[in-house]
């Protein structure tokens, strides 16, 4: 399993970004997919997550309405849009696989295969 982000940036507050996962090395499509973020001195929180068919995502209430995850199965690609953009979401964010094939997207704890990250710094 490969997993190799990109897109990441400095932004000014109020601004967008894409986050891009290009996955390769085992079947993508049967795998729920998610985003996690490490922030200088913070334990990785949850982001958003989208299950493998794409039709089910969840979101962490601190990106709920600003961030949408979504994924291009025949790219096998996992995106993360990012919009109003504040200096609280500056961190490295790193997308991540689940372990179980059409395993449960919720179930946090499973995603076990994670890419090297992206810095996302946004400036106030």
């Known amino acids: 399993v490969q997993l190799v982000e990109s897109g990441g940036g400095l932004v000014q507050a109020g601004g967008s970004l894409r986050l891009s996962c290009a996955a390769s090395?085992?079947?993508?499509?049967?795998?729920?997919m998610a985003w996690f973020r490490q922030a200088p001195g913070k334990e990785r929180e949850f982001v958003a997550t989208?299950?493998?068919?794409?039709?089910?995502?969840s979101y962490a209430d601190s990106v709920k309405g600003r961030f949408t995850i979504s994924r291009d199965n025949a790219q096998n690609t996992v995106y993360l849009q990012m919009n109003s953009l504040k200096p609280v979401d500056t961190a490295v964010y790193y997308c991540?696989?689940?372990?179980?094939?059409?395993?449960?997207?919720?179930?946090?704890?499973?995603?076990?295969?994670w890419g090297q990250g992206t810095q996302v710094t946004v400036s106030s």
């Open positions: 090395g085992y079947t993508f499509t049967k795998y729920a």
């Open positions: 991540a696989s689940h372990a179980r094939l059409y395993g449960d997207y919720v179930s946090l704890g499973e995603y076990i295969y």
């Open positions: 989208i299950s493998w068919s794409g039709g089910s995502t």
